[in-house]
């Protein structure tokens, strides 16, 4: 235990709740309930499971080690959704201290004595740190490692690190039960982003959202190109939609990914314009547009050198093709969102 750490017999701390919403991860759901069974926190604990309807056999994992464990409860998440199984395993659970798990992340030992520690501290109504990407094959590091850098998925400090303090959103979250459950828990009607739209209440409400990098949870990326894409077009999607929303919470780097993918695209529309006045004798002048694309590619290419560094020629390969996947699948999706040209946005969940 730390010297800060919350000190004195186990029943005076308070009691956690780990909450995580399952639908088809039988590959990874039994490593990241491990990774709470071993934390070294000594206060009293459950770990409540909203399972979705699964068909790769989550729901017989889940039932023997629930039948193993009495501390391990599964609850029914008929919907599937991420917010609406949080919701449900939230209400179906006891203790005043909330901490929320993904099924594809693992818990370092400590995580719930820190976060607890840090709760008791600041008196912050939601306290996460970063979402450490790590990868097995070259192409999951590649993924990683965009993760990881402000190339990828911008600055936020849960993805780059940073100093502790108040934050606009952390990844995943330890949250004082009577803070969440008085902005009315997490909005079942966003299937991603529901993180930083409840961190947004929050904040309205006169909360804290903390951020340190004393937390660190393990998340592991798509393992495929076509995964990935789908993942980032409807975290773009999302994005947009709550762009739209809410006005006054958007940073310029949301508008950035789309952007480029609108100057690209005029770009290429452009010079291939070019090409047909070269081809009948007028002056290609139109040709410069192809001068957006490739300003683009040379980025791509300068951010792989310095990002993949050492990482082997097979990541720094993969990197050349993650990176503007990222961007477009993230930019293409955040237009139809933003603009809501989306006739059914609550079907793209990027899984």
């Not at 076509?226 to 310029?252: D, I, K």
Request: hydrophobic content about 45%.
């Amino acid at each position: 235990m730390t010297e800060n750490a919350p000190s004195g017999p186990a029943e005076l701390l308070p009691g956690v709740s780990y909450v995580m919403p399952v639908l088809n991860e039988v590959t990874h759901v039994r490593a990241a309930v491990k990774s709470l069974l071993e934390q070294d926190y000594a206060g009293p604990f459950e770990v409540a499971i909203a399972l979705g309807p699964s068909i790769d056999g989550t729901s017989e994992l889940l039932a023997d080690m629930a039948a193993e464990d009495p501390r391990i409860r599964v609850i029914d998440n008929p919907i599937g959704s991420t917010p609406a199984g949080l919701n449900a395993a939230i209400r179906a659970s006891t203790h005043p201290i909330i901490i929320r798990v993904d099924a594809h992340s693992s818990l370092p030992t400590d995580y719930a004595r820190v976060a607890v520690e840090t709760i008791l501290e600041t008196g912050a109504a939601n306290v996460g740190g970063i979402m450490d990407a790590r990868g097995h094959s070259p192409f999951q590091k590649a993924v990683a490692i965009a993760y990881t850098t402000r190339v990828g998925l911008g600055g936020s400090s849960f993805h780059v690190g940073g100093v502790a303090g108040p934050a606009e959103t952390v990844y995943l979250g330890c949250f004082r039960r009577e803070a969440i459950e008085a902005v009315g828990l997490f909005d079942e009607g966003i299937k991603r982003g529901q993180d930083w739209e409840l961190n947004r209440r929050l904040r309205a409400a006169g909360e804290t959202v903390w951020f340190t990098p004393r937390l660190k949870v393990v998340y592991r990326p798509r393992p495929s190109v076509s995964r990935l894409a789908r993942q980032m077009f409807s975290t773009g999607l999302w994005r947009g939609e709550l762009a739209r929303r809410f006005p006054a919470n958007n940073g310029l780097r949301y508008f950035i990914p789309p952007a480029m993918v609108v100057g690209v695209v005029l770009g290429v529309l452009l010079g291939l314009a070019g090409i047909v006045q070269a081809l009948v004798g007028a002056t290609p002048w139109l040709l410069l547009g192809f001068a957006v694309p490739a300003v683009y590619a040379l980025f791509v290419i300068v951010a792989t050198v310095l990002s993949t560094r050492g990482a082997g020629i097979r990541v720094s390969l993969w990197f050349l093709l993650v990176l503007p996947c990222i961007h477009f699948c993230w930019g293409l999706g955040f237009l139809p969102g933003y603009l809501s040209l989306t006739s059914n946005i609550a079907a793209h969940t990027g899984r």
